[in-house]
C-alpha cells in the first residue's frame, strides 16, 4: 500500500483526504492519505522518518510552508517563492515543491481567463499571496500586492517581477483599473464579512477568493452582484491536490472525481 498525506497544524479540518481518497478509489488504487499534526520542533525527524514509514509524498500546510524548507531539496517554483506545500520522497533525497502556482493558474485556465497583460491586485502577502503574486507576474500581468503590514507588501514586490507594494489604504484608488482581484487573507473564513466592500467592485472584475469555507463567501457573491466574474476557492485547493496527486504517483488525476469528492464535504 502507497501512503499519502498532510502535514501541519491543525489538519483536522482538511478536505484533503476526501479529495485523494476519491482519486484512489476511482483509479483501483492501493492507497491512503493521513493527516499529521506535528510541532514545529519535529519536522526534521517526521520528515527523514516519512520513508522508513512507508510514506511516498506529503502535502505541507499551515503554519509549516516555510519551515520545511529546511529538511528537503526545492524544486526552483518552490525556491523562489520560499515555501513549499509538497514533498515527494520518491528520490534518494526529498525533493519540495510549491504546487499552489500551478493550482492558481489551473483555477484561471480553468473559467477560460487570460491572465498577459492585465491588472491585477492580490490581497495578502502571506503563503498564499506569494504563490499567487509570482504566478500571476510570471503569466505576464502587473501585480499590485496589497497587504495591512505595507512593509510586508514592499518586502514581497522587491521579490516578484512587475509587481508593486502598497498598504490597504490604497486599495480603493487600485481596484478602479484592476482587472483581477485575489484575496489571499483568512478574512471571510466561517464568517460573514468580506476584506472589500462591494462599493469597490466593478462587472470588469475576475474576483477569487482562496477562502472555501464558506464556499460563496460574502466577496464571492458581492462581486458575483456586482457582475464579476467569480472563481471560489476550492478550485485552487482541487488543483494544488491534483498537481501533488501526479507529482507523487506520475498517473493522470481524476479530476472531475476529485472536484465531486471535495464540493460534498462543504
Known amino acids: 500500500m502507497q501512503i499519502f498525506g498532510l502535514l501541519g497544524n491543525?489538519?483536522?479540518?482538511?478536505?484533503?483526504?476526501?479529495?485523494?481518497?476519491?482519486?484512489?478509489?476511482?483509479?483501483?488504487?492501493?492507497?491512503?492519505?493521513?493527516?499529521?499534526?506535528?510541532?514545529?520542533?519535529?519536522?526534521?525527524?517526521?520528515?527523514?522518518?516519512?520513508?522508513?514509514n512507508g510514506i511516498s509524498g506529503l502535502n505541507v500546510t499551515i503554519p509549516f510552508k516555510q519551515d520545511v524548507l529546511s529538511y528537503v531539496q526545492t524544486d526552483k517554483i518552490a525556491k523562489r517563492i520560499g515555501a513549499v506545500?509538497?514533498?515527494?520522497f520518491s528520490g534518494?533525497?526529498?525533493i519540495g515543491y510549491n504546487t499552489d502556482v500551478a493550482g492558481a493558474r489551473r483555477s484561471f485556465e480553468h473559467?477560460?481567463?487570460?491572465?498577459?497583460?492585465?491588472?491585477?491586485?492580490?490581497?495578502?502577502?502571506g503563503g498564499a499571496g506569494r504563490a499567487l503574486a509570482f504566478m500571476l507576474s510570471d503569466e505576464g500581468s502587473h501585480v499590485s500586492i496589497v497587504n495591512r503590514t505595507e512593509d510586508k507588501a514592499h518586502s514581497l514586490s522587491k521579490s516578484v517581477p512587475n509587481s508593486t507594494g502598497y498598504g490597504i489604504s490604497s486599495l480603493p484608488n487600485l481596484l478602479i483599473d484592476a482587472d483581477i482581484l485575489v484575496n489571499t487573507t483568512s478574512v471571510g473564513m466561517g464568517t460573514d464579512?468580506?476584506?472589500?466592500?462591494?462599493?469597490?467592485?466593478?462587472?470588469?472584475?475576475?474576483?477569487?477568493?482562496?477562502?472555501?469555507?464558506?464556499?460563496a463567501t460574502r466577496l464571492l457573491r458581492e462581486a458575483k452582484e456586482s457582475g464579476a466574474t467569480t472563481i471560489?476557492?476550492?478550485?485552487?485547493?482541487?488543483?494544488q491536490g491534483v498537481e501533488s496527486f501526479e507529482i507523487w504517483t506520475?498517473?493522470?488525476?481524476?479530476?472531475?472525481?476529485?472536484?465531486?469528492?471535495?464540493?460534498?464535504?462543504?
Do not use: C
Not at 479540518?13 to 492507497?31: E, F, I, R, T, V
Not at 493522470?252 to 472536484?259: D, E, F, G, L, R
Open 10 to 52: 491543525p489538519v483536522g479540518h482538511s478536505l484533503s483526504p476526501a479529495m485523494h481518497h476519491a482519486a484512489y478509489s476511482h483509479l483501483g488504487m492501493d492507497a491512503k492519505y493521513i493527516t499529521i499534526e506535528s510541532e514545529v520542533s519535529d519536522l526534521k525527524e517526521v520528515i527523514s522518518g516519512a520513508p522508513k
Open 250 to 266: 506520475g498517473r493522470k488525476a481524476p479530476v472531475s472525481i476529485m472536484n465531486k469528492a471535495v464540493r460534498s464535504q462543504l
Open 232 to 239: 471560489d476557492g476550492v478550485w485552487m485547493l482541487l488543483y
Open 92 to 94: 534518494e533525497n526529498p
Open 193 to 215: 464579512i468580506s476584506p472589500i466592500p462591494k462599493a469597490f467592485l466593478h462587472p470588469d472584475l475576475v474576483v477569487m477568493d482562496a477562502v472555501y469555507r464558506p464556499l
Open 111 to 125: 473559467h477560460d481567463i487570460s491572465i498577459s497583460g492585465k491588472n491585477s491586485v492580490v490581497l495578502g502577502a
Open 85 to 88: 506545500n509538497t514533498i515527494d
